[in-house]
């Protein structure tokens, strides 16, 4: 084991794997302990149920983002010239932006059958910040993928510190002036504008222009060309939210709006960090597996590299999660949220999961093979849906979890033997042309 350890430990230092995600994760890191310090702070400010109908707008945001920009944003780090990426680039921007515009009318002329179908009458006014959540958010994205072609990872790090701290700061504030719900609503809208507008002043610190070789027939032959992210991709992205996303919406309009802020706290505790650096090491694995893919160099020991690296370094939190999160939570949030340490204790396995795979989900995208990566999420999802419905029927959400997280645990299993098998599958017959 030691002998493995080593052998992994110099294959991820020579691939400059560790130095650019500890780069990513210097402010990344900042801002998730300063996203884990305000938690104990909001759950003596804001109840469950205001809690609940801020992760209902949240999960609602979530799933508009993934379509805004027909995630062209993801295929900013393929590009071998820059002229291509910024077409790519300004393209996505475009999108967003159209799309904002789009859901601002739909909020306009449908906001209280919406509220009604939702059960989310609580919201009022605060819907129409969706469209400027959702496109700021999906701006900031974009422009980390701007920034991470770039290798700009100090920038996108100050970014997310930015957007981070606001947060905190906004969501507290105008959590002790009795904002309720629209404390954290406000709090997170403002956050994304802001940590946006970094990353664009970020971007234009850059010498080289956004706009060198961009033009709108270049932009539909880039359309035309990486028509797999919005053919596959989106769908697929759109189903993966609804999925991540529905179990809070569901909560909320057939149990009630205190069990989806018990839920959608269990949800931010344990992702919180899971996305930090799972994301951060999506982003980086994604420029430097690119990379190798551009310069004709093996991919295979790259990969089980950060998949075992992934697994040893979350085992023993994850373990003590699973053991003792009902004790440690009713003291770290406050005993009225103890219920939220049995969610976490529940989810723990599932989740696990999602830390090692997260990282590697990257090599679907770039080997062209999203539309079985869509095929997988459409079936993942239908499993979902049909166990949440389970749960739903027999009115206890315990149900509901267990079947849920057990779903996610078996599937993303399948997702991790799958990435390996095509990563095989490819480099042989790379080999085989040569």
């Known amino acids: 084991m030691k002998r493995v350890l080593t052998r992994l430990k110099e294959q991820i230092v020579a691939s400059g794997f560790l130095e650019n995600l500890g780069k990513m994760m210097s402010g990344t890191g900042f801002a998730h302990l300063l996203g884990v310090a305000v938690i104990p702070v909001l759950t003596r400010i804001y109840t469950p149920s205001e809690i609940g109908v801020y992760a209902t707008f949240l999960s609602l945001m979530m799933i508009c983002y993934c379509v ?41 002329l449908f906001s209280d059958p919406i509220k009604k179908l939702l059960n989310i009458q609580e919201l009022g006014w605060l819907l129409y910040l969706l469209p400027i959540g959702a496109v700021s958010y999906n701006l900031f994205m974009i422009f980390t993928f701007i920034l991470n072609r770039e290798k700009k990872y100090g920038g996108i790090a100050a970014g997310k510190i930015t957007s981070s701290s606001i947060m905190a700061a906004s969501q507290i504030s105008l959590g002790f002036f009795q904002f309720q719900q629209a404390g954290l609503v406000i709090g997170k809208v403002v956050s994304d504008v802001f940590g946006t507008v970094f990353l664009v002043w970020q971007r234009f610190k850059i010498q080289s222009s956004l706009r060198t070789g961009v033009s709108f027939h270049r932009m539909m032959v880039v359309a035309k060309k990486y028509r797999n992210f919005p053919l596959y991709n989106t769908p697929h992205a759109l189903t993966s939210s609804i999925s991540q996303n529905f179990p809070v919406l569901l909560f909320n309009a057939f149990f009630s709006g205190s069990i989806a802020g018990f839920y959608a706290m269990a949800h931010r505790v344990l992702l919180s960090p899971v996305r930090v650096i799972s994301q951060a090491a999506y982003q980086v694995f994604g420029q430097k597996v690119s990379e190798k893919f551009g310069n004709q160099e093996l991919l295979l020991p790259f990969l089980k590299s950060t998949v075992l690296l992934f697994a040893v370094i979350a085992f023993i939190p994850f373990l003590i999660l ?69 749960g739903i029927l027999m009115q206890n959400e315990w149900i509901a979890l267990v079947l849920y997280s057990l779903v996610g645990f078996l599937v993303n299993s399948y997702l991790l033997i799958w990435i390996y098998f095509l990563t095989v599958e490819v480099e042989k017959g790379r080999n085989n042309t040569k």
């Open 68 to 108: 805004a920009s027909l995630r062209y944003e993801f295929g900013i780090l393929i590009p071998t010239n820059d002229r291509e990426a910024n077409n790519l680039s300004i393209l996505a921007i475009g999108l967003s932006l159209t799309f904002g515009f789009i859901l601002f009318m739909v909020v306009a």
């Open 322 to 390: 699973f053991f003792f999160s009902p004790s440690l939570f009713g003291w770290f949030l406050g005993s009225e949220w103890e219920v939220t340490g049995h969610y976490i204790q529940i989810l723990s396995p599932y989740i696990y999961l999602v830390f090692i795979v997260t990282p590697i989900n990257y090599i679907p995208l770039l080997f062209g093979r999203q539309k079985k990566a869509f095929i997988i999420d459409v079936i993942y999802l239908s499993m979902r849906l049909i166990v949440l419905g389970l």
